[in-house]
């Protein structure tokens, strides 16, 4: 638990001086019953049980002013509660090892089944997009509510050589803040298409300069997620690391799957020999500096897992609020709860 208003606590202090005038008041009270009475018939008369009900109504007084000092110190908690809207963007790996057969029927069949699962099982709030990545990335939906596009997407698929994992980072990224501008162009061939200007299309309609951004903390958005699943190392395009350090500056954390095979090796495909080797490092890294998770899946079993693990996250997610509210109804329960035994101890209540 942390505070807004921290030096409000300074006012607990208060809580011990409190129970030392309490103390004083009761010694004081004692010596005047010493006075007239004999105190071993007092302490006979009294009994146990009602000398911890003379004190509990104090007591429970005290807590509740101690909550009351800590609610306005404006404490908040990390809660787990219901996710709002979502934008999800699925990257998908459609390089040619994709079409390797170690995964029955092949791995990009599996791929697809467990993205038509992810996405018939999504969060309400959640819209989908999808980014397929070979040795380039594309936008194949839009972020949308409409489950039989997003299918029709997946099912779209057509595999590429090369995998430019970066590349794909960069247009979800563009894709989750079209406000900013990104120039997705700029940040895969720094140097331009070509030696000199980049060509552009005469219908092309500009979008403008980049807007500047102020960097929130890696992992704050609760409102954007990228899971990126691949099943080799980077071949071309830019860095992914690069890409998951804007990421990062943006809040949105990237769940990596890797799918495959761990070792490597040498993968025949429709007249193609591809070697194949996951790379995990840079998957865990990307997800490490983004504040997301790895996740490893061997077979299609394990990757329709993943995907249900994810779903599962996505529906609920934690959120650091204040509860100034709650610490406070707790207080005047207990100021209710102190006021009702002392009546009621003190016979002025009957039942």
Do not use: C
């Amino acid at each position: 638990m942390t505070f807004l208003w921290p030096q409000m606590l300074w006012w607990l202090l208060a809580a011990p001086v409190l129970v030392a005038a309490y103390v004083w008041w009761l010694r004081r009270r004692k010596k005047g019953a010493v006075r007239y009475s004999d105190l071993g018939l007092v302490k006979q008369a009294i009994g146990r049980s009602d000398r911890l009900r003379r004190h509990a109504p104090p007591a429970l007084l005290l807590l509740a002013l101690v909550a009351m000092i800590v609610a306005i110190a404006r404490p908040t908690a990390d809660i787990t509660l219901p996710s709002q809207q979502q934008t999800i963007i699925l990257a998908m790996d459609v390089s040619l090892s994709m079409g390797a057969t170690d995964v029955d029927p092949n791995r990009i069949t599996a791929a697809q089944v467990a993205a038509r699962e992810f996405v018939e099982e999504r969060p309400p709030n959640a819209r989908i997009g999808i980014v397929a990545f070979g040795g380039s990335a594309n936008l194949v939906q839009p972020p949308t509510k409409d489950k039989e596009s997003l299918i029709a997407a997946i099912d779209r698929f057509q595999l590429q050589r090369a995998t430019a994992t970066g590349s794909a980072l960069y247009v979800a990224l563009a894709t989750l803040f079209p406000d900013e501008n990104i120039d997705v162009e700029s940040l895969i061939f720094p140097g331009g298409l070509t030696s000199g200007t980049r060509s552009r299309r005469l219908d092309a309609k500009g979008k403008g300069e980049p807007k500047a951004f102020t960097p929130v903390p890696p992992g704050s958005n609760t409102n954007a997620v990228i899971v990126l699943m691949s099943d080799g190392r980077r071949t071309t395009g830019p860095d992914p690391l690069d890409a998951a350090r804007m990421a990062a500056d943006r809040g949105v954390r990237v769940f990596t799957v890797g799918f495959g095979t761990e070792a490597g090796g040498l993968i025949g495909f429709e007249g193609w020999s591809v070697y194949v080797r996951l790379d995990e490092e840079t998957l865990k890294a990307v997800a490490d500096i983004t504040r997301g998770d790895y996740f490893y899946a061997g077979t299609a079993a394990d990757l329709r897992k993943v995907y249900q693990n994810l779903n599962s996250r996505f529906v609920l997610e934690k959120k650091n609020v204040e509860v100034t509210s709650l610490v406070t109804a707790g207080a005047a329960l207990l100021i209710v709860v102190a006021l009702g035994l002392s009546l009621l101890w003190s016979g002025r209540i009957r039942f």
